[in-house]
């Protein structure tokens, strides 16, 4: 269920220049980022459909990013002391603020109640719930980032430090040290042409 936290997280990523690019940065693209997690935001929602109602303008943009900035300024903080993602250096909410931006955004979901059928598998049921696919989407954003941060993965969570990435991630190996080999690749490069060039290791 925490899957979709990762994925709001990651419309924040480096654009392949030497600058990072938003994914959510018109309402186009973030209604497209809606439709492409729509299957995640029904799973985190216990099988709630946002369906075809949500009008994405910049409003329901603008909520979507600040539910963003507050799960990735959670994330900077569950990699501490390690440095935060680049983006996030200059940018990140105070830790009061971000939780309390997260809870309000998970309470539009409504309240966890366990079902139980005498015949059948124990499920997740929401009481309180909106039919507002806006409370749906945020709601299952912030409950997937809830999930994150309050489950044993936290602790795994890392900020990839090459050069130009920006991504959090889970660390599978205690030697895994970016989040990917193409990132590990470009940084072995970096450091072998800084030492020949006699370059200052942070450029």
């Given at each position: 269920?925490?899957?979709?936290?990762?994925?709001?997280?990651?419309?924040?990523?480096?654009?392949?220049?030497?600058?990072?690019?938003?994914g959510?940065?018109?309402?186009e693209?973030?209604?497209?980022?809606?439709?492409?997690?729509?299957?995640?935001?029904?799973?985190?929602?216990?099988?709630?459909?946002?369906?075809?109602?949500?009008?994405?303008?910049?409003?329901?943009?603008?909520?979507?990013?600040?539910?963003?900035?507050?799960?990735?300024?959670?994330?900077?903080?569950?990699?501490?002391?390690?440095?935060?993602?680049?983006?996030?250096?200059?940018?990140?909410?105070?830790?009061?603020?971000?939780?309390?931006?997260?809870?309000?955004?998970?309470?539009?979901?409504?309240?966890?109640?366990?079902?139980?059928?005498?015949?059948?598998?124990?499920?997740?049921?929401?009481?309180?719930?909106?039919?507002?696919p806006?409370?749906?989407?945020?709601?299952?954003?912030?409950?997937?980032?809830?999930?994150?941060?309050?489950?044993?993965?936290?602790?795994?969570?890392?900020?990839?430090?090459?050069?130009?990435?920006?991504?959090?991630f889970?660390?599978?190996?205690?030697?895994?040290?970016?989040?990917?080999?193409?990132?590990?690749?470009?940084?072995?490069?970096?450091?072998?042409?800084?030492?020949?060039?006699?370059?200052?290791?942070?450029?």
């Amino acid at each position: 269920m925490s899957v979709l936290a990762f994925e709001i997280a990651a419309t924040i990523r480096h654009d392949g220049q030497g600058g990072v690019t938003d994914g959510l940065a018109t309402a186009e693209l973030t209604e497209a980022w809606i439709q492409a997690n729509a299957p995640l935001v029904e799973e985190v929602a216990g099988g709630r459909s946002l369906g075809s109602s949500l009008s994405v303008d910049d409003g329901v943009r603008l909520q979507l990013v600040g539910v963003r900035r507050a799960v990735r300024s959670l994330f900077a903080r569950a990699v501490s002391p390690a440095p935060p993602s680049k983006a996030d250096a200059t940018r990140l909410l105070a830790p009061a603020t971000a939780l309390a931006m997260l809870n309000e955004a998970a309470d539009r979901l409504g309240s966890a109640h366990l079902e139980w059928p005498d015949e059948g598998e124990p499920r997740t049921r929401w009481s309180a719930e909106s039919a507002d696919p806006l409370d749906l989407l945020l709601g299952a954003v912030g409950r997937s980032g809830i999930d994150f941060l309050a489950g044993p993965d936290r602790h795994r969570l890392r900020a990839c430090p090459a050069a130009r990435c920006v991504k959090y991630f889970l660390q599978d190996d205690p030697r895994q040290t970016w989040c990917s080999p193409t990132c590990g690749n470009r940084e072995r490069v970096n450091r072998h042409y800084r030492r020949k060039a006699g370059t200052p290791n942070d450029l």
